[in-house]
């Protein structure tokens, strides 16, 4: 491989235009396309061949696709002690429903007072008329939600206290672009401009890897013209193909300027960068890849799609790093080092790192007491871990018209009402059997109201609403849908379902809780393989597979910590507090498994090469430590930023995934890889290395292109890349 990448470094500096024409062709193709293809995307879940995803279908079937629709509550209360049912009250009742029956794309607004069926509360101060829409929430325009609000806000005139809640009122697309985001950025560009000493070449690599985003997003937009894709999908690969881009261009440019240093000419120093640091590069992609294409394991189809779209932007950002970046480097030249360095680049001598050196040497000195602190601190940080929930009714931010309706709803009418549980009786004896069905259910621990069947008109189905006594994520509502289930058995002719967005909720849920371990054991067996390979040795993987384990606790605690405990949630400005959304811990492993094995993969190479060279053990650790950990702070520090940039102003499925990024980098670079991991292979010794005999067969995996590196012209290396960053 490493030799394949020499040659396609020397292509790209020899016909640099060319690749620079060919990337921007091929970002303003994928650009029309996404302008002229794209589609909506969706920001609801759910699992084909659940039973509540089985029966929202046979609902469409039954009643027709607006039993199926989207759908709003509009909650009015009477203000100053007064009784919504008073004649002044009532008449404004009367007046907001018939504006809402009359909003475009709207099939039915229900009058909270009609005698029939009412939806008053108990003690008459507040009522609630269901909005529907003839499609689903993705579909819903934005004018369409526009006029609801407004609809809304006129109803408070006459002095109703009035609010909206539910699907049909929440956006479907992620926002991106805000400041959050845009000072992530730039402090991206700082660090760059302070590692490399030039503002010229910290820009370069924040282009490269924007390109290689920009194809990414606008290649997901493109698709979703002809799939359907969640709206977090094209942010979450933003957010990652960006962090992984501008480092993986780091790493690259780091090798190219330590190869000018060594007096070769610009062509090969580009070619050896590309064939070696490229090497390391390919391998860290493709480990990034092949986890988030793993996502592929839990059979859920919205994963699926979510981990293929992000994988597919680590291919390009991949591929801009070791086609795009060359062409780049190419054209810089020798302005990649300082102008004092330019015409004698050989005669320059690195400099000591006296701080990394100083603090390897610290930490290998007192191997065992900084290993025990660095594993005691981490697993005090994961200890919320334990106690963490997770959903997919995620709440209102606070303050907003969606958390004061659900405030109403549950003081008024019990906390239930936010989440009521449908059974869809089907077949042709359902409407004898659901009377049967609605008295077992009313029988039922939890369950405050059970509505009479609503039959449909060919007769060959019924359908109940079941009011739960409990919040739709509280562990009884579970208890609840899995007493229905196993005590509410199918009748003569009749088939019996239990469904609703709450019942969805808690099937994804559960679905997601079972794929999380049986992930985790693909991750954690694909990490150990690699570092076995890369490595040869069974102690210095299991040392890595140890600390990607308290990163990932460490990161998942801190999250609970924050945005489900609510500790320090004003920091990072969470606007609401509970359980995490249910696809985010299988997605923040998938992820953060990548980079720590990149990181893993960099630092500990270079302590393998000088053990290699017959350095003593622990002067192994240290020199190979202040080689490689310049460059994975700056590195980590850039990926910190990028990830930190979405959590201020994320929305919430992404922010709390953001923050467990940006912590967990934070934890797996300045914990893990900088005390925990060179103090554990120094407190090993000479064993860290020790293969055993049976295992000598396997293939010896150079990730670094050490091999080319000793075939390549030029001088020994004894020139190192000066530490700016220090």
Do not use: C
């Not at 607004?109 to 929430?137: C, E, F, I, M, W």
């Not at 196993?486 to 239990?498: H, L, R, T, W």
Request: aromatic share 6%; glycine share 10%.
């Amino acid at each position: 491989m490493a030799t394949l990448l020499h040659r396609l470094g020397l292509g790209a500096v020899r016909h640099k235009a060319l690749v620079m024409v060919a990337w921007l062709v091929a970002v303003l193709a994928l650009g029309a396309g996404a302008a002229t293809l794209s589609g909506t995307m969706v920001n609801s879940f759910s699992i084909p061949g659940q039973e509540s995803t089985t029966a929202l279908e046979l609902m469409r079937e039954r009643f027709g696709d607006a039993s199926a629709g989207a759908s709003a509550q509009v909650v009015m209360e009477a203000p100053g002690g007064g009784r919504i049912t008073d004649q002044a009250n009532a008449a404004q009742v009367a007046a907001a429903v018939a504006k809402l029956q009359k909003l475009p794309g709207v099939v039915s607004a229900s009058n909270p007072l009609d005698p029939k069926a009412p939806t008053v509360s108990q003690d008459q101060r507040a009522a609630y008329s269901t909005v529907t829409y003839g499609v689903q929430a993705s579909e819903i325009t934005v004018e369409e939600r526009e006029a609801l609000t407004s609809v809304v806000d006129q109803s408070r005139a006459g002095g109703l206290i009035v609010e909206a809640r539910g699907e049909a009122t929440q956006e479907s697309g992620a926002d991106i672009g805000g400041t959050g985001e845009i000072l992530g950025v730039v402090v991206a560009l700082v660090v760059l401009a302070v590692t490399y000493g030039s503002l010229v070449l910290a820009g370069m690599n924040l282009l490269t890897a924007l390109a290689g985003v920009a194809i990414g997003a606008l290649g997901i937009t493109t698709l979703s013209g002809f799939t359907e894709l969640q709206s977090t999908t094209p942010i979450l690969a933003i957010m990652l193909g960006l962090a992984v881009g501008i480092d993986y261009a780091l790493f690259i440019v780091t090798r190219f300027r330590q190869e000018l240093r060594r007096g070769l000419p610009v062509p090969e120093a580009v070619a050896l960068a590309v064939g070696t640091a490229g090497s390391a590069v390919v391998t860290a992609g493709l480990t990034v890849v092949i986890a988030l294409a793993g996502l592929s394991v839990a059979g859920i189809p919205f994963l699926t799609e979510m981990g293929l779209a992000a994988a597919g932007t680590i291919v390009f950002a991949v591929l801009v790093a070791i086609t795009l970046v060359p062409a780049f480097l190419g054209a810089v030249g020798m302005r990649a080092l300082p102008k004092r360095e330019r015409t004698d680049p050989a005669a320059a001598q690195a400099r000591d790192r006296g701080f990394y050196r100083g603090w390897a040497t610290m930490v290998t000195r007192r191997r065992l007491l900084s290993l025990v602190v660095a594993v005691a601190a981490l697993a005090v940080v994961a200890i919320p871990f334990f106690s963490m929930r997770t959903t997919l009714n995620q709440a209102p931010a606070e303050g907003s018209s969606a958390a004061k309706a659900d405030a109403i709803i549950a003081e008024r009418f019990g906390p239930g009402f936010a989440g009521p549980l449908l059974v869809l009786v089907d077949g042709s004896g359902a409407p004898a059997y659901a009377t049967t069905v609605r008295e077992k259910v009313a029988t039922l621990p939890d369950v405050t109201f059970v509505a009479p069947p609503r039959v449909n008109q060919a007769g060959d189905a019924a359908l109940i609403t079941i009011i739960p006594a409990s919040e739709p994520d509280s562990g009884t509502t579970v208890d609840l849908v899995h007493a229905i289930r196993d005590d509410v058995a199918d009748g003569p002719g009749a088939e019996v379902y239990v469904t609703g967005t709450t019942a969805v909720s808690i099937d994804v849920s559960q679905k997601l809780d079972q794929a999380l371990p049986v992930y985790l054991i693909l991750v954690v067996g694909l990490a150990f393989v690699l570092l076995v390979l890369v490595f040869r040795s069974l102690l210095v993987p299991v040392v890595g597979v140890l600390g990607f384990l308290l990163t990932i606790g460490a990161a998942l605690g801190a999250t609970t910590a924050v945005f489900q405990w609510g500790w320090l949630a004003g920091v990072v400005n969470a606007q609401t507090t509970g359980p995490l959304l249910s696809l985010a811990p299988i997605i923040i492993v998938g992820i953060l498994f990548g980079l720590a094995m990149d990181y893993q993969v960099f630092l500990v190479s270079r302590m393998h090469e000088a053990h290699a060279h017959g350095a003593e053990p622990r002067e192994a650790v240290v020199t190979g430590f202040k080689q490689a950990a310049p460059v994975v702070v700056a590195a980590a520090t850039i990926m910190f930023a990028v990830f930190a940039g979405f959590v201020p102003e994320g929305n919430d499925t992404i922010k709390p995934i953001a923050f467990a990024l940006a912590i967990g980098i934070l934890f797996d670079a300045l914990v893990v890889r900088m005390i925990a991991v060179p103090a554990a292979i120094a407190l090993l010794g000479r064993s860290a290395w020790w293969l055993p005999r049976w295992l000598s067969w396997l293939p010896a995996v150079d990730v670094e292109g050490a091999a080319l590196e000793r075939h390549a012209p030029g001088r020994p290396r004894d020139v190192e890349e000066p530490a700016h960053a220090a």
